[in-house]
Nanobody, 122 residues
Framework: VQLQASGGGLVQAGGSLRLSCAAPGRTFSTYNIGWFRQAPGKERKFVAAISRSGSSPDYGDSVKGRFTISRDNAKNTVSLQMNSLKLEDTAVYYC????????????????WGQGTQVTVSS
């Protein structure tokens, strides 16, 4: 599956952004989808994930209560609503797809999008 992440940009601290992950084809709904982020010089880290049915969202500790992941299988999209953004949220955000259930783990994912830059300024 080919994933396309979009929606990144420059935002002030406290602001909001909405990222989207899209993929053509009828197999999108069969994958669990995750978001990861990577800041310069740091490892790629888990942000959020959602099951193929749209139930059981999961979040990294640093974004709980601020970010919301959702999906629309009819439109082949997964969204990540990011509120109350902080300087430390600055990173390249990647969406990824997996059939596996250990979706907090980077090596569980088979397919990755190209990433979208999110920059939070003070």
């Amino acid at each position: 599956v080919q994933l396309q992440a979009s929606g990144g940009g420059l935002v002030q601290a406290g602001g909001s952004l909405r990222l989207s992950c899209a993929a053509p084809g009828r197999t999108f709904s069969t994958y669990n989808i995750g978001w990861f982020r990577q800041a310069p010089g740091k490892e790629r880290k888990f942000v959020a994930a959602i099951s193929r049915s749209g139930s059981s969202p999961d979040y990294g500790d640093s974004v709980k209560g601020r970010f919301t992941i959702s999906r629309d299988n009819a439109k082949n999209t997964v969204s990540l609503q990011m509120n109350s953004l902080k300087l430390e949220d600055t990173a390249v955000y990647y969406c990824a797809a997996t059939y596996g259930s250990k979706w907090t783990q980077r090596n569980e994912y088979n397919y990755w999008g190209q990433g979208t830059q999110v920059t939070v300024s003070s």
